[in-house]
Nanobody, 127 residues
Framework: QVQLVESGGGLVQPGGSLRLSCAAS????????IGWFRQAPGKEREGVSC????????YYVDSVRGRFTISRDNAKNTVYLQMDSLKPEDTAVYYC????????????????????WGQGTQVTVSS
């Protein structure tokens, strides 16, 4: 059974940083993507970043490019989202998700493409 567990959310002041973690278990293939998504109150869930695990290729949406960094620790089966220079508009519940198979990670990830989801972690950016 595939399981994704996020952690690392919290309350941070504008300009601050947080690192989210997504620990994956129960999936043995090397061919999958991990996507990070967020959903603010009253808004649709949107893709933020993704990584194709087999080769480490990554993608960021324009609103976070240069501020967020996705990375992985293969030994721990964990993907991270380092978020720097946070803004109030980054406030949302953040989710990681897994997409089975060998797919490009060169465009904004769509929630409909992902097969497994974590429970989400709240990120609040406020002074």
């Amino acid at each position: 059974q595939v399981q994704l567990v996020e952690s690392g959310g919290g309350l941070v002041q504008p300009g601050g940083s947080l690192r989210l973690s997504c620990a994956a278990s129960g999936f043995t293939s090397d061919y999958y993507n991990i996507g990070w998504f967020r959903q603010a109150p009253g808004k649709e869930r949107e893709g933020v970043s993704c990584m194709r695990i087999s080769d480490g290729s990554t993608y960021y949406v324009d609103s976070v490019r240069g501020r967020f960094t996705i990375s992985r620790d293969n030994a721990k089966n964990t993907v991270y989202l380092q978020m720097d220079s946070l803004k109030p508009e980054d406030t949302a519940v953040y989710y990681c998700a897994l997409r089975r198979g060998y797919y490009s990670c060169s465009y904004t990830p769509s929630p409909r493409q992902y097969d497994y989801w974590g429970q989400g972690t709240q990120v609040t950016v406020s002074s």
